[in-house]
């Protein structure tokens, strides 16, 4: 019974990734803005010695940027879709510090405390259970480790375009089509990361319709 729920969540949320993977960059070129924010920030909080984890790396977006500043990114998405697009890139690239996996966010194959650094970007809103993620992630953290995270925030007032775009989303939810979505407002995230174990440090809107925030918390 356990293992049939675990793989009717897993495959629910794979399918709104892997639906949207070969479109994804072309989709997510009007939020650049916000990707170039989240990497300075995580530029910030790494060096030529950091080795870290991404979490939801999708094609690598964010990845790819942040590659050329650490030693070492181990980067995994549970779209096989995502990744192979991100491996593809990778090998156009030739960038050879990226270790792009399938992996499961509610269970991270790393020891205890194993990364200074994890990133989690424009994924909690589609987590079944993002505590679950947030625990997950404090378990793989070193003490005082940082969790950088982004996520759109859909209970924030926005442009009536976009308040349309989420009712629809809403109806989707309420008749299936999409299983698990959350609708945030800022307050709402920084409960989320403060009940699991971190002390909020950092706060910014990187976009404002939909509203994207940037959440940075270390582990206590």
Not at 5 to 23: F, G, Q, T
Not at 83 to 110: M, R, T, W
Not at 119 to 131: D, G, W
Request: hydrophobic share 40%; net charge neutral; aromatic share 10%.
């Amino acid at each position: 019974m356990e293992e049939t729920v675990l793989n009717n969540r897993v495959n629910n949320e794979r399918k709104i990734w892997d639906r949207s993977a070969k479109y994804y960059d072309r989709n997510t070129k009007r939020f650049e803005k916000a990707y170039q924010l989240s990497v300075e920030k995580t530029l910030e909080f790494v060096n030529n010695e950091s080795k870290i984890l991404e979490v939801g790396c999708g094609t690598g977006i964010i990845t790819f940027e942040v590659a050329g500043f650490v030693k070492e990114i181990e980067a995994i998405d549970l779209s096989e879709k995502m990744i192979q697009i991100a491996k593809e890139k990778q090998k156009q690239k030739g960038v050879n510090n990226i270790n792009f996996q399938v992996g499961d966010a509610y269970d991270l194959e790393y020891p205890d405390k194993a990364f200074n650094v994890v990133l989690l970007f424009n994924t909690l809103h589609v987590f079944k259970s993002p505590e679950n993620v947030i625990k997950e992630i404090h378990r793989i953290l070193k003490q005082k480790g940082i969790l950088i995270t982004a996520t759109d925030c859909y209970a924030e007032k926005t442009s009536f375009k976009t308040s349309l775009m989420h009712m629809l989303e809403k109806l989707a939810k309420s008749l299936g089509i999409i299983k698990y979505l959350s609708f945030y407002k800022k307050e709402d995230l920084e409960v989320l990361i403060e009940g699991n174990g971190f002390q909020i440090k950092e706060t910014k809107t990187l976009f404002h319709d939909p509203v994207n925030y940037l959440v940075l918390g270390e582990k206590l």
